[in-house]
């Protein structure tokens, strides 16, 4: 399977604690997309990258949060100091060029205790 | 970026056509629409997408109006399995980034 993949599937963590998510697109997808998802919502849209480049933060995503893709290959996104409402599905989606469809991995369903 | 509004819930028998509603008065002029589906505990899964023109693929038909402030997706024989939260959603040849609203539980039954 090709698709994009993320890891881990759940995260079960502690508030106040530091977790990391990894997405790996599909392959040769220039265009990374990371979005959050609360229950019976549609997903949210937090960032984006082009290559290696981050070019856009959604006002969602505060200061303890970072994405990095380095090489333009996988990425990682940080949640740091965990709190109750980071609880959520994270989504992350990959595309070849900005007006081709996103195609998104199962995500990662971040829980707080 | 757009703002998309969709039935919150549409039911459909199975064996019939599934014709799913979704306005987009606010898209601009090269956003594209796309439409998506979505079943619990599994990422969204791209079914299609258009520009102006009505477009056909081996999951579905997309219809747009020709003022572009509307789109119909259709199912033609509609199957248990597309049970599912469909989103009709937005993106621009720039970021590409999505707005999602919260889109049409549909449910196919017997």
């Known amino acids: 399977d090709t698709g994009v993949s993320q890891n881990p599937r759940h995260k079960i963590t502690k508030r106040g604690q530091n977790v990391t998510f990894r997405c790996d697109p599909i392959?040769?997808?220039?265009?990374l997309y990371w979005y959050r998802q609360t229950l019976g919502q549609g997903p949210e849209f937090l960032t984006y990258f082009q290559n290696e480049a981050q070019l856009e933060k959604s006002r969602l995503l505060s200061d303890r949060f970072s994405a990095e893709r380095p090489k333009g290959s996988f990425s990682t996104l940080e949640i740091q100091r965990t709190e109750q409402g980071d609880s959520a599905m994270y989504l992350c989606?990959?595309?070849?060029?900005?007006?081709?469809?996103?195609?998104f991995g199962d995500g990662t369903r971040l829980s707080i205790l | 970026d757009a703002k998309t509004t969709q039935p919150p819930s549409m039911d459909c028998a199975e064996g019939r056509a599934a014709n799913l509603p979704c306005n987009h008065s606010?898209?601009?002029?090269?956003?594209?629409v796309y439409w998506y589906r979505q079943i619990h505990s599994q990422g969204p899964q791209y079914i299609i997408h258009g520009l102006k023109n009505n477009e056909t693929n081996e999951m579905a038909s997309l219809i747009i109006t020709e003022d572009r402030k509307s789109s119909t997706l259709i199912l033609p024989h509609a199957t248990l399995r597309d049970t599912a939260v469909y989103y009709c959603t937005a993106g621009g040849t720039s970021n590409g980034k999505l707005t999602f609203g919260q889109g049409t539980i549909l449910t196919v039954h017997p």
């Open positions: 392959s040769e997808h220039n265009r």
């Open positions: 989606a990959s595309s070849l060029v900005a007006n081709q469809p996103q195609h």
């Open positions: 606010t898209i601009s002029g090269n956003e594209y």
